[in-house]
């Protein structure tokens, strides 16, 4: 079936029999000939042959490799998820080829005192939208991928694109959180992107996840315009200012933060860095929760380093431990 019949409901010839076809291919785990095939459904063989490159094409069956004339059924879902994935590229590929025009035409309105250039930010909301335009910029990166990773779950799993650059020669640097340290899922991930090349530092706070692909693209995470029910949504920017500015946030947090590196987990290797920004949020007079929230760790976690804060400090309440620990911090800085 053709992407056209696909997507318009038309069937070409023989295309009644294509259901049938599929139905026997997993029933049966395989079309060992199409021959056998036909006479075993009662159908002639031109028209198995029709629907098996119908199937073919909507992907629902795949040729054995090395088994000629052998063709095995596909899931269903898998199918739909490698025809929606091409349709995607397209898709954004196109957006992103009238972005340029509107932005080269847009130089000339300026300079003829017509209407300005279209904004530079666009939302995206959508899992499909989502992943459709990250799939493109990805495969449009070329020589730097910077990632700032913050609470969990924004900005879903990247990994897999992160290992794509890599292997491709780009450089990829990611910054998230030290809660990564401690969880062991999330721990044995980012350790294979290391080992991959993917250069992981972690500090105590990411305000918001961000992505900068090669110093002008830049995607922020998070509630977008039009984002309802907690649909998955992005900011895509075009703008050299703004970009230069996530660069330079970047570049300073990076400064500042520990590598990942061994396979250890929790917090000791950045304990002073930890009890230092959580003293500074128990100086202002944040609660457990809040503090535990802010710093991306659960509430017992965060009892638990503030209790060490207290006792080593020889503090008799929060607040006065936040404020010794701030001088503490403040005068071996």
Known sequence: MSMTALFTGRSPSGGEHVTDVYHYAARKGAIEAVEVAAA???????????????????????????AGGRFVPVDPDLAVASLVSSVEREIYRRREL???????????????????PPS??????????????????GDACRDELLVLQGGVGEAGDLSQMFLVLVARGVTVRVICQ?????????????????????EVYTVSHVPRSAIVFDRSLVVLFGDGEGGEGGDVSLARVRNQGIAQ?????????????????????????????????????????????????????SVRSCRRHIATLMRDLDATSRFQAGVEAARKFLKTG
């Open 178 to 198: 030290h809660r990564s340290r401690a969880d062991v899922a999330t721990r044995l991930a980012m350790k294979r992107l290391t080992d991959a090349g993917v």
């Open 245 to 297: 500015f996530f660069l330079d946030m970047f570049n300073h947090l990076w400064e500042t933060a520990t590598p990942l590196e061994g396979v250890e987990f929790g917090y000791a290797t950045v304990a002073d860095d930890l009890q230092q920004s959580i003293a500074a949020l128990m100086a202002k007079g944040y609660t457990d929760e809040v503090v535990a929230r802010k710093l991306g760790m």
């Open 98 to 116: 009238i972005d340029q025009i509107r932005e080269r035409v847009g130089v000339f309105g300026a300079r003829t005192g017509g209407d300005p």
């Open 40 to 66: 075993d459904l009662g159908i002639d063989v031109h028209l198995v042959s029709e629907a098996v490159r119908h199937l073919m094409e909507s992907r629902l069956l795949r040729a054995d490799d090395g």
């Open 120 to 137: 530079t930010v666009e939302y995206l909301v959508g899992a499909m939208e989502v992943r459709g335009f990250l799939k493109t910029a």
